[in-house]
Nanobody, 116 residues
Framework: QVQLVESGGDLVQPGGSLRLSCACS????????LNWYRQAPDKERELVAG????????KYADSVKGRFTISRDNAKSTVYLQMNNLRPEDTAVYYC?????????WGQGTQVTVSS
């Protein structure tokens, strides 16, 4: 059974930091590319960051470059999103996605709220 379980979401003040985790099971984690998406109320889901399977190349949305860092630990089958200098506009539900060819798996999401 495939499972992607996000954790680490919380209420944080502007300028604060959070680290999201996505623990995966039920598939061969190391050969999948991993992405973090987010969806704010009344907005479309958007790609935040991605990391490749082989060489672990990373990519980021312009809005988070320099503030967010995606990483993966293949031994733990977990992908992380370190988020620094958070802004109110980062408020959203954050989802992880695993993808390889036609296989796509999503987690259920974790809420991040940035507010004073």
């Amino acid at each position: 059974q495939v499972q992607l379980v996000e954790s680490g979401g919380d209420l944080v003040q502007p300028g604060g930091s959070l680290r999201l985790s996505c623990a995966c099971s039920g598939f061969t984690f190391s050969i999948y590319a991993l992405n973090w998406y987010r969806q704010a109320p009344d907005k479309e889901r958007e790609l935040v960051a991605g990391i490749g399977s082989r060489n672990a190349d990373t990519k980021y949305a312009d809005s988070v470059k320099g503030r967010f860092t995606i990483s993966r630990d293949n031994a733990k089958s977990t992908v992380y999103l370190q988020m620094n200098n958070l802004r109110p506009e980062d408020t959203a539900v954050y989802y992880c996605k695993a993808i390889r060819l036609s296989s796509v798996y999503w987690g259920q999401g974790t809420q991040v709220t940035v507010s004073s």
